[in-house]
């Protein structure tokens, strides 16, 4: 059982590429998210998405982009890296999106770099 | 501006003994609040939940307080043991929605044998 699976592990990018983060689980989850976690500022919350088909903005969405084709799959896309955006990404999943609520499950994380 | 603040960044208890981990919140509107578990190269792991109905909840060696009138939650864990040494962030919610969580930055807790 893999639960939601995250690649790549980790990345050193160059400013101004494009990336994109996977995430994919299998616990057929409706709801899916995207964090960033930084030194001092815990974990923010970038884009979700309620069900298959829909997604929606976070708290710190600028610079990022998701798809939501699939149940199962929620890749996180940056279309042009920049150095802030060097953390430690994390992709979790939760039973529904809306009331009530359910604990969300977390992937192994993504340690992105851009240079 | 951080809504979810953790103030201590670190936390040092001797195994056996109780460690409470505390998390202050700024919006009165946050009515459901979590606690995280993190382990080094891991993601987070849920832990243990509260709604602001409720002033405490128990799940064995965790107990979750909450003071609405504070703005204040505290986890408690008795007793405590060099397997509970990880970092722990509190989260919070407005409304029951599962969309917006507010994470604090987190407590390193080490448990020393």
């Known amino acids: 059982i893999a639960g939601i699976t995250q690649a790549p592990t980790s990345q050193i990018l160059a400013a101004g590429r494009r990336m994109t983060l996977r995430c994919t689980q299998d616990?057929?989850?409706?709801?899916m998210y995207w964090y960033r976690q930084d030194l001092g500022l815990g974990l923010r919350l970038i884009h979700y998405s309620n069900t298959a088909g829909t997604t929606g903005k976070g708290e710190v969405p600028d610079g990022y982009s998701v798809s939501r084709a699939n149940t199962d799959d929620f890749p996180l896309t940056l279309a042009s890296a920049v150095p802030s955006q060097t953390s430690v990404y994390f992709c979790a999943s939760s039973e529904e999106g809306t009331a009530p609520i359910y604990e969300q499950y977390f992937g192994p994380g993504t340690r992105l770099t851009v240079t | 501006d951080q809504q979810v603040k953790q103030n201590s960044p670190s936390l040092s208890v001797q195994e056996g003994r109780i460690s409470i981990l505390n998390c202050d919140y700024t919006n009165s509107m946050f009515d459901y609040f979590l606690w995280y578990k993190k382990y080094p190269a891991e993601g987070p792991t849920f832990l243990i939940s509260i709604s602001s109905i409720k002033d405490k909840n128990e799940d064995g060696r965790f107990t979750v307080f909450l003071n609405k009138s504070a703005k204040h939650l505290s986890l408690h864990i008795v007793p405590s043991q060099p397997g509970d040494s990880a970092v722990y962030f509190c989260a919070a919610s407005e409304g029951y929605t599962g969309n917006q969580f507010y994470f604090g930055t987190g407590t390193s807790l080490t448990v020393i044998p």
């Open positions: 616990m057929r989850h409706n709801a």
